[in-house]
């Protein structure tokens, strides 16, 4: 019977390509360089790894180019806007800052008191700002030592998103705290996640008039921030299979056509356009969760890991069966373009 358990799944049924050399541990996030197609992963094994993607047609092969330790796991990553830098933070909780381009040493910037878990790279502010579970938020000007403000947060932060001028940042307690940049040292708005449970990821519209909310509850919410859209915002399911519900662990809206991926604990990520409300692509599950996701500047390459996420704790491990991959699949533009929905209904 062992034949059939999810450990003998299809490792790739979406036939994407695998990163070569990928963490020894569970991938925490993902991003790609806004100017060239590097990506970096940050990892439950204390690293940070830069890998170049290299893409020929559909022809896609990855080098790994270079790492750098924390001390502890880390959590989350970003890149400057100039594709010349990338920051990190975790769970030593130290914000760090490695100019990979200049293959300098990675120096701390920042410090919480608790684990970072979040930060983001402002450039119309030329801040780096920065979510922990200590409750706070803070933004860094990186030619001082100490953060240019101290945010309160209601709660631990566990989801940030930034498309200047608006910042939302979820924390514990389902809050979602809205952020307008250009008053950053003021809430604009608190509301309350239109989620019944916790908020895991979050995305903010491209054209900034919303955001997307996902939770471990196979749930996404589309949100208007402006009141005169509110019968624009609905709720819809995902990443469930019969009774079994999973959670959403990555929000990523398409660079060039606005439509948007999720990706869950179920092992699967999908393609959906909020505006016709439709889901574009259904791709198949991976045996194991996609804790984390991104697209590469242009839109060509989506980029997911694939590994435990630990939501079963440390009895449902099993290390010689939870290998963690990082896949690259390209999408087609059938996959990600947005499409006005078909008519229904008789004439």
Known sequence: ???????????????????AQPPSDSVSSLCFSPK?????????????????????GTNVNTVPK???????????????DDGTTVFSGGCDKQ????????????????????????????????????????????????????????????????????????????????????FNLQNPQAEFKRVQSPLKYQTRCLA??????????????GRVGVHHLDESQSSKNFTF?????????????????????????????DGAFNFWDKDSKQRLKAMSRCNQPIPCSTFNNDGSIYAYSVCYDWSKGAENHNPSTAKTYIYLHLPQEGEV????????GRK
Not at 1 to 19: D, K, Y
Not at 39 to 53: F, G, K, M, P
Not at 204 to 217: K, N, T
Request: charged share 15%; hydrophobic share 40%; glycine share 6%.
């Open 95 to 178: 914000v760090k800052m490695w100019p990979l381009l200049s293959g300098g040493p990675p120096v701390t910037v920042g410090m919480h008191d608790a684990p970072v878990k979040e930060l983001a790279w402002i450039p119309e502010m030329n801040l780096l700002v920065t979510g922990s579970w200590d409750k706070t938020l803070k933004y860094w000007d990186l030619r001082q030592q100490n953060p240019t403000w101290v945010q309160q947060l209601p709660e631990r932060c566990y989801a940030l998103t930034v498309k200047h001028p608006l910042m939302v940042v979820g924390t514990a307690d389902r809050n979602l705290v809205v």
């Open 237 to 265: 399911k995902c990443h469930r299979d019969g009774n079994d519900i999973y959670s959403v662990n990555s929000l990523n809206f398409h660079p060039v056509h606005h439509t948007f991926a999720t990706a869950g604990s």
């Open 1 to 19: 019977m062992a034949t059939f358990g999810p450990a003998s799944g299809n490792l790739n049924p979406n036939r994407s390509t695998e990163v």
């Open 66 to 80: 270079a790492a750098m330790s924390h001390d502890h796991p880390v959590l989350c990553s970003t890149w400057k």
């Open 337 to 344: 373009k947005g499409k006005p929905r078909a008519a229904t």
């Open 204 to 217: 903010a519209f491209p054209d900034q008039q919303g955001f997307l909310v996902g939770s471990i509850e």
């Open 36 to 56: 060239a197609n590097f990506l970096v992963a940050t990892s439950w094994d204390n690293q940070v790894r830069c890998w170049e993607v290299m893409k020929s």
